[in-house]
């Protein structure tokens, strides 16, 4: 029998393509989901930017580029940060990646030995967990309040801080909750990485999505030595399959993620750094107008869950998702844990969800609202209804 390495024993496949993978078979079986799995936008990707990577294909600019992206895209990329939040990173500063997730998969593997100790709040993004344990890590959880909207505390985060700390992982807008942090705690959070040598890697995948406050990035901070953006024009720009990401902060970091990059997928595609660097320089009317129906749309999800009896839900601050407490529902009864109960709402309402132990927590499920308000108010009639058997 084929033996296979002790190192990819450590993960496993990301929950959350489980349920895409399990909602993409029953619709291909002809079932009417209503899909709030996937955590993407259901928006195209707006069509100037489609047309930069036609007109990338007729120059046949299809060959391979440097490693870390054309100089054009990290240009932009550094352009754009600056125009939108005030940084000042350089060329130098920036790497552009497959997807925000290469960025974060080099960075743990750039810089973890065994046993070295990555502080990781919760409910956290499925995919830190696992390739902080791929690259031999070990995850430090630092607990978070629901009643205080799942907030991260720099001084409860300073608390945990060993020998071993490498690293802390904060993600605002995060992925599952919708909260967003502050500028100050932010800032805080910084201060306790600076303190203590550490790297602060802040994934800010949603930066563009707050709702109630300007956005912003820690980069446009002073000390940036001990900080890593990490970054995506996934959901900014609805490209998730484009396959555009990016990194910015320490030269000597990024030269060692490059190396990773170099030996395994080498640049980011060709024609989608073209698309990336139309995205980044043309009118950002598409990320408002994103923001926009995004908020209406949580707003209409929040009233929905809440009118579902004994169903909680703090309300999101960014990014598009909503993380009900359903806990109320879990018995010995049938629905024994969210996992169950993810599994009997696809199959017994056709509604897609995923379950919030792909998230470090028992009590709750994550909806993602990338979907259009017809979609949410049938989603939510189904709920309710699939609610009211128990
Ligand atoms: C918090 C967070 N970070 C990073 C990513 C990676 O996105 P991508 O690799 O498409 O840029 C995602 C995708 O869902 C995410 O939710």
């Not at 209503?34 to 928006?43: K, L």
């Amino acid at each position: 029998m084929m033996e296979f390495s002790e190192r990819i024993s450590r993960i496993s496949v990301s929950s959350t393509a489980a349920v895409v993978q399990k909602a993409d078979k029953l619709r291909a079986n002809g079932a009417k989901l209503v899909d709030f799995g996937a955590g993407e936008p259901d928006f195209p990707t707006p069509d100037h930017i489609k047309q930069a990577a036609v007109r990338a294909l007729e120059e046949n600019f299809t060959k391979y580029t440097p490693t870390g992206g054309t100089r054009d895209l990290k240009e932009a990329l550094v352009e754009r940060h600056a125009k939108d939040f005030g940084s000042s990173y350089t060329v130098e500063e920036c790497l552009a990646t497959v997807g925000g997730k290469q960025a974060i998969f080099e960075a743990m593997m750039a810089t973890l030995n065994a046993g070295d100790e990555v502080i990781l709040p919760v409910p956290y993004w499925v995919s830190y967990l696992d390739i902080i344990n791929y690259a031999g890590g070990k995850a430090v959880f630092l607990e978070t309040d629901e009643a205080e909207n799942f907030a991260v505390r720099a001084d409860a985060v300073e608390k945990l801080i060993t020998p071993r700390t490498r690293m802390i992982v904060v993600n605002s807008p995060n992925n599952p909750t919708g909260s967003a942090l502050p500028r100050e705690e932010m800032e805080r959070l910084l201060a306790v990485a600076v303190r203590h040598k550490i790297l602060l890697l802040s994934d800010e995948c949603y930066c563009h999505f707050v709702y109630n406050a300007p956005p912003f990035s820690l980069g446009s901070s002073k000390d940036r030595e001990h900080l890593l953006i990490v970054g995506s024009l996934s959901k900014t720009y609805a490209m998730t399959g484009w396959r555009v990401g990016f990194a910015l902060g320490n030269a000597k970091l990024l030269a060692n993620m490059l190396k990773l990059q170099s030996h395994s997928t080498s640049n980011p595609t060709s024609i989608a750094q073209k698309a990336a660097v139309e995205a980044l320089r043309a009118s950002q009317d598409s990320v408002r107008g994103m923001l926009a129906e995004y908020r209406c749309r949580r707003d209409r999800v929040v009233e929905g869950l809440r009118a579902i009896p004994h169903v909680t839900c703090t309300m999101p601050q960014g990014a598009f998702y909503a993380y009900p407490n359903i806990s109320a529902y879990l018995n010995d009864d049938g629905l024994a844990d969210t996992t169950v109960l993810a599994e009997r709402l696809l199959d017994e309402a056709l509604v897609a969800v995923v379950p919030g132990p792909a998230f470090g927590t028992t009590q709750h499920i994550r909806l993602s609202y990338a979907a259009s308000l017809d979609h949410i108010d049938e989603g939510l009639r189904r709920m309710a209804a699939f609610f009211a058997k128990f």
